[in-house]
Structure formats: C-alpha cells, structure tokens
C-alpha cells in the first residue's frame, strides 16, 4: 500500500456576476459589490414575472467566446468553457498523459436555454427547424463533455447532478479520482446558465425567489431579517485539482490542499432542507473528520446562506449541531450576499472563494446585513472583510441542493 | 425572386462563416463541405435548413448526400429557384 495520495489546487477559473475571471471577482467580493441587477430581458414584462432582476453575468459570454461557439454550446457550457480555459491557464497548461486526466462539472439544471428555445422552434416552425445539435446541446453533461474536449481529458467526464450542491460535489468527486488513483489531474467545478424565464418563474411560484424588484443590490441579504428569498444567478467556477508530489514536483503555483470531503443526503423533503440539520451537520463532521482535523482547525467557513428565511437557520442550526462551541471561533461568510446564488455553480464559485480566502487569509464580509437575524447562532463576517490567522489554517464551504443534498469540503492551507 | 449563382454563392458563404467560423472567401465552388471544409453532417443539416430559409427552396434530406461541393449545393439551389 502506497502512501495516501494528496489533492491540491493549482488553478482557478471563474465567470461570475460579480466578475469575467477570478482577479475580478475576487476583488468585488473584497470591495463588496451585488452582482444583481433588473434583467434587460423582453420576456420579464412579456410574462409578468413576479421577479424582475438577477445576478446576471458580468462579462456576457459572447464577449469573451466566439461566434462559432456560442452557436454550439447552450449557455451553461459557454460559462464552464470560459471557467475552464481560465482555471486551465492559471494551473499553467500541464502537461502529461491525457489518460490520467479528467473533467468533473455539475450543473443543477442543465441546458435549458437550449430545450426550451429549441421547444420554441419545433411549436412554431415545425421540426425540421429544431437545430441539429440541439440534443447534445440541452444534455446536462454538455458541459463536462465540452471541457474534456477542450483540455483532452480521457480519464473520464463526469457530470454529478445534486441541484445546488452539484458544483461542490464535482469537486468532491474529481477529489476522489486523483485520491483513488484513476486520474493525476482533475478540472472541476460547476456551471448554470438558467436566467430564463421558466425557471423564474418555477423559483417564484415556490416562493423560493426575493421579489425586492425596486433594489436589486440589497436582495441578497443571508441571515438579515428581512431576507425574503434567494437572488437568482448564473456564472461558472472550475478548479484544476493535482496530486500533490506531481504539482510539487513541476513546480505548481498551489493555492491550497483539498482536505477532506463529505457527503449526505437529508432523505427529509423535496425541496425543504431537515430543519435539525441532522444531514448537513453530518457532511461537515465527516469533512473534517476525513481531513485529519478537529473543529477548532476551521478558521473560516463559506456557508450556502442563500438568503432564504427558512434555509439560513436551518444551516446554522446543522453548523451548531456539528461544532458545538467551536462554531464561535468560525467567521462565517454569506457571499452569496453578493454574487447571487448560482445554484449548479454555487458551491463551485465558494470553494473559488473559500481557497481565496485562504490563500489571501481574508475572510470576505457578508453585504446587506442591517438587522441581524437573532435566530442566527453564528460569527457572521459583516462590514469589513476580517484577516485570518497566520500558521496552518483550514477552512470549510457547505452547499446544499433540493433533494436534501448536503456536501461539505475541507480546503487547507499549503 | 431567382438570384445569380454569384449571389447564391455568397450567401451560401455567410451561411458556412456563420456555422463554422470558416472565412467567406474560403467557400468556393470546387470546394468539398467535408475533405475542404471539414464540415461534420451535423453543421450540414443546420447549413441545409438555413439555407432553406435564405434562399426560399427546398433541400430535400435524400438529395444533402449529393450535395459533395459548395458549386453542388449553388447549383442545386439555382435550379430551384427557377
């Protein structure tokens, strides 16, 4: 038996509401700028939406692809490419035996920009109209298809589908890869491009959306009292995972180790998260547990807080249950607050920013929190940024998914 | 509302550029969609149908197989026409 294989990240790529690439966003989230704005679209007055903005791309996409690939790609893959291709250049472009190398992205939703235009076509013009790549357009693993083509993976695509929980879990399961040895290198991460009508309208309806249309930036308020639903948003987030000796020994640039990852499933409700937290508190626990660690290593932790009333205390709730007291010496931070929840890409955009956090040793504050809510058992970062300490330090990102999905990953210092 | 094979032709190069990003002045008439072009049957079908709509013809499926160069399908769109 060898020794236990390592996990580190060497590159990160993003597009996010807030941001075209990582520098950019990451200096929003320091500066603490909303991603949400009212949506320009025809249809949010054609159809009446209850909800009339989002946290919509800050770089659309077609500035930055080409024609040619906007065309063949639905706007979920155009955002995972765009990711991939940063994440990808920052790792540097290593080289090595495409066998041994592997994509991972999740999406919540898949390509639905795609299903439901080419659903227009067909209901209008008639079925010769439907784009012949239309199938391989909408199909959920696009994305991860698109990636693997563009990096050359064979060692595998994989799409793991866990609604908002599905970014992290592609980075749990590329994690596993290089752990167990069927590949060196992984790009993971998570991709949604579903600012469209129907799922607005789908969110709404299950009042799961802020309908705050007269203030957009302020809707995003995680753990505020007066939260009133999560802002909808779309972007991508993709990480290049490395065995350790092999980055070490080709001189990677390395932003942090991947600790430990869990996973659990709340098998409680649909949609609701398990009130207890009985199933999100056992991710963290075995999170920690898995990374050799004991709650007082966490010094930081990026929580889901998608700005839900129910949500938010039902995630501390599960924090408390998992850490006891130890919970008061993790700041907390909602960025969600900021970007906007990207459902599929959501966890992969926070562990983005949670290894950033780690790396710059800075903890991003939490916008929009005026009236904190007294429900809320947690060291919430607010108004400024707060410095983590010097020395090993660990940190944890939650994210969770309808279905009761809970995954919870560990990222460590190098 | 007939147009000259030209005309065809420089339509029918939009219409490449548009799918494939290929530049318009590659698309010449001797030119093979897939040994020249190395355009996969799916773009085909989408050039096919969009050149159904430009040019206000009919491609039936049985005849795209036919269709082996760029001066095929002008041709094939031309007699159409008239």
Redesign the interface.
Known sequence: MTAERRVVVTGLGATTPVGGNVPDTWDAILAGRSGARTMPYEWVEQYDLPVKFAATLKTPAEEVL???EV?RMDPSAQYALIAAREAWADAGSPEGDPERLAACIGTGIGGVWTLLSQWDNLREKGP??V???AVPMLMPNASSAAVSLEIGARAGAHTPVSACASGLEAMGYAYDMIRNGRADIAVAGGTEGAVHALPIAGFAAMQALSTRNDDPERASRPYDTGRDGFVLGEGAAVVVLEEYEAAKARGAKIYAEVGGVGMSADSHHIAAPEPEGAGASRAMVEAVQRAGLTPKDIVHVNAHATSTPVGDVAESNAIRRAFGDDADGMPVSATKSMTGHLLGAAGALEGVLTILALHHRLAPATINLDDFDPAIKLDVVHGEARKLPAGDIAALNNSFGFGGHNVAVVFTSV | MAQSEQEILEGLAEIVNEETGLDTDSVQSDKSFTDDLDIDSLSMMTIVVNAEEKFGVRIPDDEVKNLKTVGDAVSFISKSQS
């Open positions: 080409s024609k040619v065309r010769r109209r784009f012949p790549l």
